[in-house]
């Protein structure tokens, strides 16, 4: 069984975007450990996103900062997104998670796709591959990740 793990951002407008992904199940046991795990994917994310954290979700814990409130960041657009390519480990299916107000200073020069060669890139594989798990709750191998979005 798995849990699920979600965190809504907004940008310079204060319109949100949510970034969800499935953690092993959470009970009273390793509600600690796991809130531990959650916050290390969320804070890698962070470290390459404009928005502002506003709300977190998972087992059943929600932290909500009031809704709406602007990144700080007057270049942080919802639009703009990190795509996070992801195989299960065990029945090699692909996923993909979409994290809103991307920084594009962490793009390879001329590319669509993040530099693999930064800490951050090198954190969010660590953060991910440790901590988030697939649909099916098998470990999970991070593939890459990429920009998308509208023209800006």
């Not at 979700?57 to 270049?75: F, I, K, L, Y």
């Not at 703009?80 to 998670?97: G, I, Q, R």
């Not at 951050?120 to 990740?145: D, H, R, W």
């Amino acid at each position: 069984m798995t849990g699920f793990m979600t965190f809504s951002q907004s940008d310079q407008d204060g319109e949100p975007t949510a970034t969800s992904w499935y953690t092993r199940d959470i009970n009273t046991l390793n509600y600690e450990t796991v809130t531990t795990e959650m916050e290390a994917v969320r804070d890698a994310w962070d470290a390459v996103t404009k928005g502002f954290i506003w709300k977190e979700e998972w087992g059943n814990r929600v932290q909500n900062a009031p809704a709406g409130v602007p990144s700080n960041d007057n270049t942080a657009h919802r639009e703009l997104k990190w795509v996070a390519s992801y195989s299960d480990n065990v029945t090699f299916k692909k996923y993909t998670m979409e994290v809103g107000c991307a920084d594009d200073q962490f793009l390879l020069a001329n590319t669509k796709f993040m530099d693999k060669t930064t800490t951050e890139y090198g954190n969010i594989k660590t953060a991910m591959e440790t901590n988030v798990v697939s649909p099916a709750g098998n470990a999970i191998t991070l593939i890459e990740v990429y920009q998308v979005g509208r023209d800006i």
